[in-house]
């Protein structure tokens, strides 16, 4: 665990709050959780680069790492970003007036200790961001470049562009069917959609997320937060120190007859809001209160008070969730691998050649059906 004192959180939340990159799971408020509740006894290397200023010194970048022996991407002793099992946006935190030169401040520390370590991987990392790029750029310069491994596309939210056109120009006419389970759902009750942020986030609203996202396959799976003391407990505090610090926890809930069946947690960091995790009561599946709540979100966003500092949104999402039909923007991210010297960077690209090779003589599929339909 890592031991901080009350003034080096208070700076780290600082940080996070002029990053170059906004990302809410490199917040203190969701990494300290992480590693009290998720990962107890875990073995991290914190970076903590400062610069001077005035004189005094100022926290310019915050990176969470845990050693590897190495993996098949990098078979040599390196650091790894930390990734929770509920961390879905990686890199580190960093000034966004002092990116460049944090970044070779840590190169030169890894160069200085190549003994230890190789190199740094960095998961779920956004490839075009501006860390990705100062890092490109440092480590071609000093003759050992990164490698980008895996790049997917992430989907994103413009709350500018929110609104019922946006809806009709991303749904065209299954929005007539998710309008008619709306007015099916009102036939059943009344019917309350609510966005919870600035007056703090009630006990009560997190408790019903906790026992509809605990509901369905995730409860039977074991894969939910209420499915361990750990999990729940993580949870709550993670929640609660976002709330504190400024109300950056975010909810919205979908209620009938004053009852929750539909609920998102969501968090703010900088400009931009995360997406978490999601729940919905299966009592109404065949009406799909958990679409039925994103899209009042769509709807109300661009002009809702809770949202009126906040530019985008990051969705969190697989490939193959459903946000990614209603979310039409993307971002790519990807694995950022970077040695740390020379022999380092040939071994990594000798590495990858390997792995290319070993891909293109893989088999490839005849060619000779087309798939004109998929049914779930």
């Known amino acids: 665990m890592v031991e901080l004192t009350e003034l080096d959180r208070q700076a780290w939340a600082k940080l996070e709050a002029r990053a170059a990159e906004p990302n809410a799971f490199m917040s203190p408020h969701f990494v300290l959780p992480a590693l009290t509740y998720l990962d107890a006894g875990a073995s991290v290397v914190l970076m903590w680069i400062e610069r001077s200023a005035g004189g005094l010194k100022e926290l310019a970048g915050v990176g969470v790492f845990q050693c590897s022996l190495g993996t098949r991407v990098f078979p040599w002793p390196h650091l790894s970003a930390y990734q929770s099992e509920h961390t879905y946006l990686g890199g580190l935190l960093v000034d966004g007036e002092s990116v460049r030169p944090v970044v070779e401040a840590i190169q030169s520390y890894l160069s200085r200790a190549s003994c230890l370590w190789k190199g740094l991987e960095l998961p779920k990392i956004h490839t075009t961001g501006p860390l990705a790029e100062a890092i490109q750029v440092v480590s071609k310069q000093r003759g050992h470049p990164v490698q980008i491994l895996g790049p997917q596309p992430r989907s994103m939210l413009t709350l500018a562009q929110c ?10 006419k299954k929005l007539n069917e998710i309008n008619r389970c709306m007015r099916r759902l009102e036939d059943l009750g009344e019917v309350q959609w609510e966005c919870l942020r600035k007056e703090g986030i009630p006990t009560a609203s997190i408790d019903a997320f906790l026992d509809l996202e605990h ?3 995730k409860g039977e799976s074991g894969t939910s937060l209420r499915s361990t003391t750990a999990g729940k407990d993580f949870f709550h505090d993670m929640v609660a120190r976002f709330d504190r610090d400024g109300h950056r926890a975010l909810f919205t809930e979908l209620r009938l007859g004053g009852k929750v069946v539909a609920s998102t947690c969501n968090f703010v960091s900088g400009n931009m809001g995360f997406a978490f995790k999601v729940g919905w009561d299966p009592q109404h599946r065949k009406l799909g209160p958990g679409m039925l709540n994103e899209v009042e979100f769509i709807r109300r966003a661009r002009t809702h008070p809770h949202c009126e500092d906040l530019l985008s ?11 990614n039909r209603l979310w039409p923007d993307s971002r790519s991210l990807g694995m950022l691998v970077m040695p740390s010297g020379r022999l380092a960077s040939l071994a990594l690209t000798a590495t990858k050649r390997l792995r290319d090779s070993r891909q293109s003589r893989q088999p490839k599929p005849e060619n000779d059906a087309i798939i004109t339909g998929v049914k779930a």
Not at 163 to 172: H, I, K, Q, S, Y
Not at 313 to 323: L, N, R, V
Request: proline share 0%.
């Open 163 to 172: 609104g019922e056109a946006l809806l009709r120009d991303t749904l065209g």
């Open 215 to 217: 509901q369905g396959w």
């Open 313 to 323: 949104f990051d969705s969190g999402a697989s490939a193959d969730s459903f946000i």
